[in-house]
């Protein structure tokens, strides 16, 4: 099975630091049309299913525009896309993936697009993933504690994947921490994760 795995793009930054314009708006868009090619990579490879592990947006309240605009390409891209909130657009009241106008827009334009804002296993092309999305930009417990048992993990054959986003305790490059390492100890086929900044 082969899938893309992707995180922080970071989609609405206003880049306030570019001063010219015409620079800033043009790195803008490439973070829209970064989606595109995306796309075409899952075309070319195959790619059963698109996974973003945190950070599609840089704010948890993006402009209606840039949703539209996003949510056009993703829909667009031929392949289911499962999402979790990052740090940078963490899920919660009030935040992007809680609004009336972004759940219109995703049904209209991007039906193929999952927000896994709860935890809790989803499947997609038969695999199992486990999202541990960002209730706010700053979390302090751990995402993966619900799945430290190995209970929910051990329920589903074929591929698990936990998606997650940021800091991840028990995942630490310690040598003392290699002997009791979180992925071997929860029999993973792969933990996509994103950069927490």
């Not at 909130?85 to 334009?109: A, C, I, K, M, T």
Request: hydrophobic share 40%; net charge negative; with cysteine.
């Amino acid at each position: 099975m082969k899938f893309i795995h992707t995180s922080d793009l970071h989609i609405g930054r206003p880049f306030a630091g570019i001063a010219d314009e015409r620079k800033r708006i043009l790195v803008q868009q490439e973070r829209l049309e970064v989606l595109d090619r995306i796309g075409h990579l899952a075309v070319r490879e195959e790619a059963a299913f698109i996974l973003v592990a945190g950070d599609l947006f840089d704010s948890p309240t993006v402009d209606k525009a840039t949703v539209s605009a996003a949510l056009a390409r993703i829909g667009s891209l031929g392949v289911p896309v499962l999402t979790i909130p990052g740090n940078h657009d963490h899920g919660g009241p009030g935040s992007v993936w809680e609004q009336e106008f972004f759940r219109r827009e995703r049904r209209d334009l991007a039906p193929n697009l999952r927000v896994l804002a709860e935890s809790g296993p989803a499947e997609v092309a038969g695999a199992s993933v486990f999202p541990c999305p960002l209730a706010r930009r700053m979390e302090t417990r751990d995402t993966l504690e619900w799945l430290r048992s190995g209970e929910d993990l051990a329920r589903f054959d074929g591929p698990r994947i936990i998606l997650a986003h940021g800091s991840v305790h028990g995942f630490g490059g310690d040598d003392g921490e290699a002997s009791d390492y979180a992925a071997n100890r929860l029999d993973l086929s792969r933990l996509p994760a994103g950069e927490y900044d």
